[in-house]
């Protein structure tokens, strides 16, 4: 653009540039506001992903603790097998839940066996 257009052009400020002119620093200011929005959008979605994953690291330390305290053998085991154990004996007073039982039977490797209760 040579000098003469130039200053042709900045000189008929009329109307219509001056309505230009709004209008760019309208879109300006709704592209700042959107870009804002936009980042702290993404700051609460980082804020929730950091508190989900350490929640879930503090159950995984659970977890790993009470697998620890069923591979040993420790209370844990017997506590369940002696659950197992109460499961099949309401299934057989009730016939309605062995199909359940059935269900997941499939699941359970270990067997109990009844013990005798001692006097």
């Known amino acids: 653009m040579s000098d003469t257009e130039k200053t042709s052009f900045e000189s008929s400020g009329g109307p219509g540039v001056e309505e230009l002119r709004s209008e760019v620093q309208s879109l300006r200011t709704i ?9 702290v959008f993404s700051f609460c979605v980082n804020i929730f992903l950091f508190r989900q994953t350490s929640m879930v690291s503090g159950q995984l330390a659970q977890v790993n603790q009470l ?14 097998i002696d659950f197992w154990g109460k499961l099949n004996e309401f299934a057989k007073t009730h016939p309605d839940f ?11 490797n270990v067997h109990p066996t009844v013990q005798p209760k001692k006097k």
Do not use: E
């Open 98 to 108: 062995t199909p359940i039982i059935n269900k997941y039977s499939s699941y359970i």
């Open 31 to 39: 592209l700042s506001c959107s870009l804002l929005l936009l980042f």
């Open 67 to 80: 697998l620890s305290a069923w591979a040993s053998g420790g209370p844990a085991q017997a506590q369940a």
